[in-house]
């Protein structure tokens, strides 16, 4: 069974004096393990997408079944579990509760979903090692740079043990190299803890890691290809 | 957790934070002060009045308040006093002869209170022993007055002149009298002060041609605030006989209202106050929850429930609001406490127009409890009130416009 299955999605925004088919029926199938990344120009439905996706907003339209289940008959306070036990986020910018430092951020959802003590701080370690940050492990986010808080908000998104992350142009903010090391981190994460990613941008450099590229334009998939990923 | 990110979420902006603060700090202060010399000026009038002369409760003959002659006495009797050493909120009682007479001395003429009493007694009830400041006290068995030290001055008479008292006694029978003077007493109530004569009981008893009578029975209890439920218990103990029983409320209702009008000004007053601070949290509020919109999307989407998002949120207001009140009150206990052991005496000419009032130029402060907590209960009703500002806005925000902002 597919992890991410979206039947016919569609998004309409009705609010200024034409209509915006941000999403325009898409039919997509995404599954474990997958290194996925959506790609279209500015304004093509990405961020509207993903954001359906990880059940931040309703299609005006068809369904998204995560395992199986259609997300749409959740609650709000079932989507918030729901979102808390299955999916990982990372948003293009200030991604960090500007109060808790570098360690806090990443056990904060594993707190949330009241796991042990122990499992927390030892999930935490590993992954802010993962991400390169053990040094930076009490800093806060105004204390990182731009790429060590993306990096932070990985090991975050990972904390929950998500059946996978969507990642929102997660690496607009950054320089080339920070751009490199982040998509490092991730693919090594995707092939050591087969943890599933679809992220979305526009960068040519980050398009080339991808194992599947889903184009999309005026909402439409128009292409949906396998490519075999530089490393 | 909660209160951890609470704790560091109110200084992440530490100048709004610490302003906030002192200004509900300093309306708390503020209010403490003004409430305590208040209140502290009741209890003083209070005090005044019912510690050197009513008493806490008074039995009379039925009638008698409304019609205040001599005729209307009685003879206070054992099923009486039964009933009073069996009541034991009661801490003591003695009985007193009340009536009006001209004191007249040489030239001077003016008309006052005389009260009979049981000399030692007296003691057990009011504080009058306390308050002579010339002279001595009275004996049971002597033939002599005190005078309040307004009269004397007015009559112009020292410790050892004569006093000579005319009115009319029992029945209509005619009451004259000569008593040298023993002793001079100052009530701090100018009105008190300026009219009042003390005999031993049984010397105004023969004045007034009333062997044996009373017109009231004065009693104290321990503590001042259960007067009317120690009264109402008193008047079922007394059903069917001809007693009536008041307590201090019902015999100074002037006193009463005066202090009641007086103590709703300084409500509003206060209101006001609170009013202006709690614009000013709210005005924190507003600007905490702009200010937060994104970060409460992210917290809202990686999975926290809005109720807990609004419990950090209501925490973090009262943390503030709170800090103020606990500063206020840990201040205001000392300035208050040093006001209430070292009374503000005024002195000079301001003092003599407050004498003029009838007031005492006196200002105590009291240190009531209630003066403390009430503040905090108003702060945090307050705090909670505006706390449904944030409720409100974070249970309609979405989270995706959250995200957006
Ligand atoms: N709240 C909204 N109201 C109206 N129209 C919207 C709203 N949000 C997005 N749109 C429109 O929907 C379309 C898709 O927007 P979306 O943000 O998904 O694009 P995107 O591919 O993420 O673009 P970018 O690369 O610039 O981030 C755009 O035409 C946008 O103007
Ligand atoms: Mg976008």
């Known amino acids: 069974m597919a992890v991410i299955e979206s039947i016919h999605l ?5 609010e200024g004096p034409v209509k915006v088919r941000a999403v325009n029926d898409v039919s997509l199938k995404i599954e474990e393990g997958e290194f996925a990344a959506i790609v279209g120009p500015s304004g093509s439905g990405k961020t509207t997408l993903l954001n359906i996706i990880g059940g931040l907003d309703h299609p005006t339209s068809g369904k998204v079944l995560i395992n199986g289940n259609d997300i749409s008959e959740l609650s709000e306070n079932q989507l918030i579990d729901f979102r808390l036990h299955n999916i990982g986020f990372i948003f293009q910018a200030y991604n960090l509760i500007p109060v808790l430092t570098a360690r806090e951020n990443v056990s904060f959802v594993m707190l949330l979903q009241k796991r042990p003590k122990a499992e927390r701080e030892k999930r935490t370690e590993e992954l802010l090692k993962e991400v390169g940050l053990l040094d930076r492990i009490n800093n806060r986010p105004s204390e990182l740079s731009g790429g060590q808080q993306q990096r932070v908000a990985v090991a975050r998104a990972l904390a929950s043990r998500p059946k996978f992350v969507l990642a929102d142009e997660p690496t607009a903010n950054l320089d080339s190299k920070s751009t490199a090391n982040l998509l490092d981190i991730m693919a090594r994460l995707n092939h050591e803890e087969n943890m599933t990613f679809i992220f979305s941008t526009h960068d040519s450099r980050v398009i080339e890691r991808a194992r599947r590229v ?7 998939i128009v292409s949906d290809v396998q490519q075999t990923p530089h490393t | 957790m909660n209160f951890r990110l609470a704790w560091r979420n109110i200084w992440r902006n530490k100048r709004r934070t610490l302003i906030t603060t002192a200004s509900v700090f300093t309306a708390v202060i503020l209010a403490i002060l003004m409430r305590s010399l208040q209140l502290g000026a009741y209890d003083r009038m209070i005090d005044n009045v019912v510690s050197f002369y009513t008493g806490h409760i008074q039995l009379h003959q039925a009638g008698y308040w409304e019609d205040q002659t001599i005729d209307n006495s009685f003879e206070p009797n054992d099923s009486i006093y039964t009933i009073l050493q069996k009541t034991k909120e009661i801490t003591g009682y003695v009985p007193r002869l009340e009536s009006f007479a001209l004191a007249s001395a040489r030239e001077m003429t003016k008309g006052v209170m005389v009260v009979g009493i049981e000399p030692e007694a007296e003691s057990t009830v009011t504080r009058l022993k306390e308050k002579i400041v010339k002279g001595r006290y009275l004996t049971a068995n002597e033939n002599a007055a005190i005078l309040s030290e307004g009269l004397a001055k007015y009559l112009r008479l020292g410790i050892g002149d004569t006093l000579v008292l005319l ?4 029945h209509g029978a005619s009451a004259a009298g000569m008593y040298p003077i023993n002793g ?5 109530s100018p009105d008190l002060n300026q009219r009042m004569v003390y005999l031993p009981l049984k010397q105004a008893q023969q004045l007034y041609s009333a062997d044996h009578r009373a017109t009231s029975i004065v009693i104290s209890i321990d503590q001042s605030k259960d007067a009317s439920v120690v009264a109402t218990e008193l008047r079922s103990s007394f059903k069917g006989k001809p007693i009536q029983v008041m307590d201090w409320r019902e015999m100074l209702p002037n006193l009463v209202q005066l202090i009641e009008v007086d103590n709703a000004g300084g409500i509003i007053t206060s209101g006001i106050l609170y009013m202006i601070i709690g614009f000013g949290i709210f005005g924190t509020i507003l600007m905490m929850l702009t200010e937060r919109t994104r970060e409460f999307g992210i917290l809202i989407a990686i ?6 998002l609004i419990s950090i949120v209501t925490l973090e207001i009262l943390m503030i609001s709170g800090l103020g009140v606990l500063l206020g009150v840990v201040l205001g206990i000392p300035i208050v406490s040093y006001f209430h052991f070292n009374p503000i005496h005024i002195s000079g000419e301001m003092a003599a127009a ?3 009032f009838g007031m005492e130029p006196v ?12 503040q905090a209960l108003v702060v945090l009703g307050i705090t909670l009130v505006l706390a449904i500002y944030p409720w409100f806005r974070l249970r309609k925000l979405k989270t995706i416009d959250a995200l957006k902002s």
């Not at chain 1, 569609?10 to 009705?14: F, V």
């Not at chain 2, 009115?167 to 029992?170: A, D, H, I, T």
């Not at chain 2, 001079?184 to 701090?188: D, G, L, N, S, T």
């Not at chain 2, 200002?363 to 009430?374: D, E, G, K, R």
């Open chain 1, 10 to 14: 569609t998004k309409i925004y009705d």
């Open chain 1, 214 to 220: 889903i184009t999309l334009e005026d909402g439409h």
């Open chain 2, 167 to 170: 009115g009319q006694g029992y």
């Open chain 2, 184 to 188: 001079i007493v100052k009530f701090p």
């Open chain 2, 303 to 308: 999975g926290m429930k809005k109720m807990r």
């Open chain 2, 354 to 356: 407050y004498e003029r």
């Open chain 2, 363 to 374: 200002f105590p402060f009291s240190i009531a409890a209630s003066l403390f907590y009430t």
